[in-house]
């Protein structure tokens, strides 16, 4: 439960890193990281950088000076500017110290020779401990005088650190910001771009899958998903209004006919009864083709007026079981003559509620159907089951079957399959069937019988 | 027998007159409700065709006020196609059948026999009779002469029916309707698989067929095997 939680959500997830806004976003915010790096070095470079600069400045030209007076006056001399040095340094921000090779301070206001590496001629930073205690942190030149003796001159970097530390913090804390941000941004703008095009996906999916009725969503906020949800939605109208005349040209056809070949047929009944034997048996086998036809024209009206609406269906509650055994037994004949098994299983108590005649006109349509395919020997059976507050009629052959691409055409209207070309029937019944099914608020819908088909009929439960 | 056709479409009417007549019954016309309620009012007739939409006063008004008025003329109920399908409001105004335009005038003709028999003073039969064949409907025992035939149910209300219009063509719509009590089409020929088991329980090793089929309408059950339904 868990588990299949934590994948749910992951999977979710997934689906959102993989959304081309989030992978933009994370571009985005790599290169405004990285500008943003490149700002903040400049700013360095520009504050606390100018700001060392001096400093070393500085430092070079006082240790540059002492070491002039040394080679120039000599020892005494060096300590006595040192001195002097030390008493102009107002603000207490210089450090001396002149040692000699082991490290005894000859002058200086610093207590001993730090712990550095002896690099001569080098810069070095350290702390050391001023005479009133407190810790300062200071940079320094080192400048060997030859003879073993070394000249140190610093300066309190204190302050020049604290500059650093804040800039750092403020590094720090601003990227990760600007990561923080930009991320979350992004993942919101791909949630909710994912949930629109979700939705879209959806819809055109249900489109897809036959129901063509079906629109997309417009929220009115009149952005670029609107102005796309509107244009397919123009689109979508105008291939109904298209596919609605084919098919209404087809149904004026069938209605239009049917007239005068009803009256044809009934003309040649007549004429066959009085007429002698030989011609007799032609006309009443145009009867028999006239009366074919009408049936064809019959169907794809009776499909045209459950589609439309206009037919008149008389609802009432009915046992699902009770009319799967009527059809059974209606069946049966036909089924032994192809030496096939008939069998039904229904499970419990199966009631909706419908048009009794549609709904067994639907289902005879179904099991003719299997009976046809069925090859002989084999087992043709009904299932009736409910499953999630409907009821789930399965009628099941050991066939042929239809091939998986070819679900969706079946129920169209005329549509025969190359194997069942050579079977009698008018390509009408499973449309009939699918109308019938939509007049109740169900589906039909097909699977793979392993071998064979299986069509299964889903009404609403009473 | 006399009928009455009352039918705004005149080659509609026309058609219908010349069947019935060619059938060996007397027709008797109406163009309009006005003139077919007066005609069914004034005249005895065995049987009206009557058509739901009429010029002056609709079918369905018709009938009612012919049953209110007490008259119980058998009435077969024409609709044109494309109304919405309303054969319980049709039989509900007190039709006995109903059929939709366009029809096989042999679908007409068998319904309108089959009206204009049940009419007739049969009495309340318990025991149906067609030559050496007998049918029981309180006990259901089947026999054809001395031989006892075991049916199943249904097939016993094939037989039942074919037995009460004995010597009338059937039509297999008219089998759906009353022995298996849907209106539907069947895609295969569901109906002659039944009748053709029935005949081979009723007729298989007799001499006399009593079964018949006849093409392009449906099935009679009669002792002489002339197809002809007239």
């Known amino acids: 439960m868990l588990a299949e939680r934590a994948r749910s959500v992951a999977s979710r997830f997934g689906a959102l890193v993989r959304t081309s806004t989030f992978q933009l976003t994370l571009f985005y915010t790599g290169l405004f990281s990285v500008s943003a790096a490149l700002l903040a070095m400049f700013f360095y470079w520009s504050t606390i950088g100018l700001l060392l600069r001096e400093t070393d400045a500085t430092l070079k030209a006082e240790v540059t000076g002492l070491a002039e007076q ?52 080098g810069w070095v930073e350290f702390s050391h401990r001023r005479a009133d205690g ?13 003879d073993g003796l070394h000249l140190l001159v610093g300066r309190n970097i204190e302050q020049l650190q604290q500059l650093r530390q804040v800039f750092n913090r403020a590094l720090v804390l601003g990227v990760g910001l600007i990561f923080v941000l930009a991320t979350g ?12 095009v979700g939705a879209m996906t959806a819809a055109t999916g249900d489109i897809v899958a036959g129901q063509l009725d079906r629109r997309l969503e417009i929220r009115g906020t009149g952005d670029e998903f609107d102005e796309l949800a509107t244009r397919v939605n123009i689109m979508l109208d105008r291939l109904a209004a298209l596919l609605a005349t084919v098919r209404h040209v087809s149904d004026n056809i069938a209605h239009d006919l049917r007239t005068p070949l009803t009256r044809l047929r009934n003309r040649l009944e007549l004429a066959a009864r009085d007429a ?32 439309s609406g206009s037919y008149d269906a008389q609802y009432e509650p009915l046992d699902v079981g009770t009319l799967v055994n009527d059809a059974i037994e209606l069946y049966l004949g036909v089924a032994q003559d192809k030496r096939l098994a008939l069998h039904a299983e229904v499970e419990g108590r199966a009631v909706v509620r419908g048009d009794r005649n549609l709904l067994f006109q639907a289902l005879t349509n179904l099991l003719d159907n299997a009976i046809k395919h069925a090859p002989a020997g084999s087992l043709v059976k009904i299932v009736v089951g409910l499953a999630g507050g409907g009821v789930v009629i399965d009628v099941k052959d050991a066939g042929a079957g239809i091939p998986i691409g070819e679900y969706e055409r079946v129920t169209q209207r005329f549509t025969r399959l190359d194997q069942s070309r050579s079977l009698p029937g008018s390509g009408l019944g499973l449309s009939l069937v699918k109308a019938v099914a939509e007049l109740h608020h169900g589906t039909l819908s097909f699977s793979d019988n392993a071998p064979g088909l299986c069509a299964s009929l889903k009404l609403p439960a009473a | 027998m006399h009928l009455l056709v009352v039918e705004d479409d005149r080659d509609t009417r026309e058609f219908i007159r010349n069947g019935l007549l060619q059938a060996g019954h007397s027709v008797d016309v109406a163009a309009d409700g006005r003139d077919g309620l007066f005609a069914a009012t004034t005249q ?27 008259n119980r ?34 679908e007409l003709e068998a319904r309108i026999e089959v009206l204009m028999r049940r009419t007739a003073p049969d009495g309340p039969a318990t025991v149906l009779k067609l030559g050496d064949l007998e049918l029981d409907i309180m006990t259901r025992a089947v026999r054809r002469g001395a031989v006892p035939i075991d049916l199943q149910p249904r097939e016993f209300r094939l037989l039942e ?17 009353h022995v298996w009590d849907y209106h539907f089409d069947p895609q295969t020929n569901v109906i002659d698989v039944h009748v053709s088991r029935l005949r081979g329980k009723i007729d298989r090793g007799f001499d006399t067929q009593l079964l018949h089929t006849v093409r392009g309408a449906g099935y009679r059950l009669a002792l002489e095997g002339v197809s002809d339904a007239g």
């Open chain 1, 70 to 121: 040394y080679l120039e006056h000599g020892l005494q001399r060096l300590v006595q500017v040192i001195v002097h040095r030390m008493g102009n340094d107002q603000s207490g921000s210089m450090v001396y110290l002149f040692a000699t090779r082991d490290n005894q301070p000859l002058a200086g206001n610093l207590l001993e020779w730090p712990r550095i590496e002896a690099d001569v001629d």
């Open chain 2, 73 to 106: 003329v058998p009435v077969l109920l024409l609709s044109a196609l494309g109304e919405v399908d309303q054969r319980v409001a049709g039989l509900r105004a007190g039709a006995d059948d109903y059929l939709v335009k366009p029809f096989a005038f042999s």
């Open chain 1, 276 to 307: 002698p034997a030989a011609v007799r048996d032609e006309l009443e086998a145009s009867v028999e083709d006239a009366d074919q036809l009408l049936a064809t024209f019959a169907a794809l009206l009776r499909i045209a007026r459950i589609e």
């Open chain 2, 161 to 177: 029916y074919l037995m009460r219009h004995a010597g009338q063509v059937v039509t297999r719509t008219m089998l759906l309707e």
């Open chain 1, 134 to 146: 407190r810790i300062l942190p200071t940079r320094a030149r080192v400048y060997g005088l030859g």
């Open chain 2, 44 to 70: 005895q007739f065995d049987l009206i065709v009557l058509d739901r939409m009429l010029p002056a006063l609709d079918g369905l008004t018709l009938l009612r006020t012919l049953r209110a008025s007490g």
């Open chain 1, 185 to 196: 941004g992004g993942l919101l703008m791909s949630s909710r771009l994912l949930k629109r």
